[in-house]
Nanobody, 126 residues
Framework: HVQLVESGGGSVQPGGSLRLSCTAS????????MAWFRQAPGKEREVVAS????????WYSDSVKGRFTIAKDNAKNTLTLQMNSLKPEDTAVYYC????????????????????WGQGTQVTVS
């Protein structure tokens, strides 16, 4: 049994910042490929950022590049997403996800490649 627990969601005004955190129940999981997804009302779930096993290699969707930062803290078994300069279009439920293995970490947009998922946390920008 593996559990991902998310925190940090909330409501902010445009231009504000939020930091999302995802803690894995097993320390080995955070060393796997991991990513943050989001789903807005009426839209498909989409990947916004991903990180490799060690966190040294990262990827961002064009819509959040330069504003969001994904990072890993292996000592605390956590994955974070620092979100700055938030826009109303960033409003969505954000999900933490992890693959079953540390490699390969390509094709971050394929939802079926992720075995473990968090419960989701609401981010509202208005």
């Amino acid at each position: 049994h593996v559990q991902l627990v998310e925190s940090g969601g909330g409501s902010v005004q445009p231009g504000g910042s939020l930091r999302l955190s995802c803690t894995a129940s097993e320390d080995s999981i955070v060393r796997n490929c991991m990513a943050w997804f989001r789903q807005a009302p009426g839209k498909e779930r989409e990947v916004v950022a991903s990180a490799s096993a060690g966190g040294s290699s990262t990827w961002y969707s064009d819509s959040v590049k330069g504003r969001f930062t994904i990072a890993k803290d292996n000592a605390k078994n956590t994955l974070t997403l620092q979100m700055n300069s938030l826009k109303p279009e960033d409003t969505a439920v954000y999900y933490c996800a992890a693959k079953q293995y540390p490699s390969p970490c390509y094709s971050p947009s394929l939802l079926d490649r992720y075995t473990y998922w968090g419960q989701g946390t609401q981010v509202t920008v208005s």
